[in-house]
């Protein structure tokens, strides 16, 4: 009894720090939009440039009333997923290759570490013109960005596996892909789902990018348009886009994590 | 025709800064139902002994026959393997660990849920099959990682100090059980320890190795009283104390 009510004290103070916690990350938000909200209106920051949350509230209302920005969101998300995706999974395919022939990842060792280094972006003018002015470089550079980084990181969870569970299926006669499958593939989970949250912000740059380089359609073309016509109200209406569904891109991935990694 | 032997066995490691020869002219046969134990100092090479009498890599000369068939590169030879953990996989339940060997055998699916529970209860486990090895305490788990060795039905049994990291009373327990199976499977056994006493009472006979390069040093015949005991009753006898003394001599003139 006494045991019970001790219990039910530890489990109310929880939900008692869980709530100040709440209390603390709303008063951020809160803070964050008065300020900006105040500083706007009193022109401490030149509203301009800054736009305030109630313009950047009322654009917001008006495209979505005329539907303009459901386009360019739909654009920009389908391309930063299939980026994401694809980025993931070449990067994954590649690392199995390497981990397959460790005599090729010897050989391939130094080009990595090139394209690695290597700044992405930078091969975007050469996609556009070669690929065309379209969605199909978008998603490229949106894959590219991620694809090597994914490939070094798997590639090292792969080699870091113990050696000693490749030990017991030796001792049962396993070939090498059933090594993969049994072994090292389960066991690079963990880090492959981590590879999985950074990818998730790399294809978003990658995609922004593409889209300034682009400029046709998407939440990437509205902020350099923006730009370019001084409404400072539609680059950030475009940036709390982008926030809002990054982060939600970013849960999703976690939720993932939570049901395939069952072990922990 | 001895069950296995090891005929002229050299072994170098090659690293870029030397070549170290880890064994050097290994001569032994050991008979079919017969425990044997490698025990010897640090470096004596009985750990590369059992790999690669286990078939995991290739001597540098030399070789192994079990049944007068090559051991390295036998597809069709089944052996068991226990390591000094479990590596259980820890994203399988106990029941897909236990049957891991048969699904890379390509056996008939069907029949694993019957393997599964008859292992466990074999090995004095109760039906755990759906938990996962986290959920299992140490002795429990490597009680699993026997039952595992064992669904293949192995013709040989290689033991890697499979005892020593559980605590004292699991690992007397776990003795008695792979003794008591070995001996009811007719099973044939290599134990490698460091454990003087865990030799004695769970084997036949007894390798001893000098190190550097390793070489067997001298062979130790258990004898027949403490042969019928199990390795719990044996570590009571009278005579387990005077060939422990008798090893332990041994062992302290090699260092």
């Not at chain 1, 070939?175 to 978003?204: C, D, H, Y």
């Not at chain 2, 499979?162 to 776990?174: C, E, G, H, R, T």
């Not at chain 2, 499977?185 to 001893?208: C, P, Q, W």
Request: hydrophobic share 45%; net charge neutral; proline share 4%.
């Amino acid at each position: 009894m006494n045991n019970q009510k001790l219990h039910e004290q530890f489990l109310q103070s929880l939900r008692k720090e869980k709530r100040w916690v709440r209390f603390y990350q709303l008063l951020i938000l809160i803070a964050f939009f008065g300020l900006w909200e105040t500083a706007s209106r009193f022109r401490w920051i030149d509203p301009l440039i800054f736009s305030s949350p109630s313009k950047v509230m009322n654009l917001l209302i008006d495209n979505i009333a005329d539907g303009s920005i459901l386009v360019h969101i739909s654009y920009t998300l389908f391309e930063t997923v299939l980026g994401f995706i694809l980025g993931t999974l070449l990067g994954a395919i590649l690392a199995a290759i390497l981990w397959w022939s460790p005599f090729l990842s010897k050989v391939l060792d130094p080009y990595l570490v090139i394209l690695n280094s290597m700044p992405k972006v930078a091969l975007g003018p050469i996609l556009i013109v070669a690929m065309g002015p379209g969605m199909g470089s978008i998603i490229t550079m949106g894959a590219i960005i991620s694809v090597i980084i994914s490939t070094i990181v798997i590639y090292t969870a792969f080699r870091n596996v113990d050696a000693n569970y490749l030990k017991v299926l030796q001792t049962f006669n396993a070939s090498r892909s059933q090594m993969f499958k049994e072994a090292i593939l389960p066991s690079s989970f963990p880090t492959i789902i981590s590879t999985l949250k950074v990818n998730v912000g790399l294809s978003w740059v990658g995609v922004i990018v593409g889209e300034f380089l682009v400029s046709s359609k998407g939440l990437g073309y509205l902020i350099i348009y923006g730009f370019q016509v001084f409404n400072f109200n539609l680059v950030l209406m475009s940036l709390l886009i982008i926030a809002v569904f990054a982060t939600i891109m970013y849960q999703l991935v976690e939720l993932l994590e939570k049901k395939l990694i069952k072990s922990e | 025709m001895s069950f296995l032997s090891v005929s002229n066995v050299h072994h170098t490691y090659f690293s870029k800064e030397a070549a170290t020869e880890a064994l050097q002219d290994i001569n032994l046969t050991i008979d079919k139902g017969e425990f044997v134990s490698f025990i010897g100092p640090s470096g004596c090479g009985k750990t590369t002994l059992l790999s690669i009498i286990a078939g995991l890599f290739e001597p540098t000369s030399g070789s192994v026959h079990i049944e007068n068939q090559e051991v390295y590169g036998n597809k069709d030879l089944s052996i068991g393997y226990m390591l000094q953990q479990d590596y259980l996989f820890p994203w399988k339940t106990i029941e897909e660990n236990i049957t891991l060997g048969l699904k890379l055998l390509k056996q008939e699916k069907k029949s694993f849920t019957n393997v599964a529970s008859s292992l466990l209860s074999d090995v004095g486990l109760p039906p755990v099959e759906k938990k996962y090895p986290r959920e299992l305490s140490g002795g429990m788990r490597q009680r699993v990682a026997l039952a595992r060795t064992l669904a293949v039905d192995p013709k040989i049994l290689l033991l890697d100090e499979p005892f020593s990291a559980l605590d004292y009373q699991s690992k007397l327990k776990l003795e008695d059980l792979v003794s008591n199976k070995l001996k009811e499977y007719g099973k044939t056994a290599v134990l490698v320890t460091h454990d003087i006493g865990e030799a004695i009472a769970m084997s036949d006979r007894i390798f001893l190795f000098s190190a550097r390069p390793g070489k067997l040093h001298q062979t130790f015949l258990v004898p027949e009283e403490l042969r019928t005991l199990t390795p719990f009753e044996a570590r009571a006898h009278s005579s387990y104390s005077s060939l422990f003394q008798t090893i332990w001599k041994e062992l302290e003139s090699l260092e």
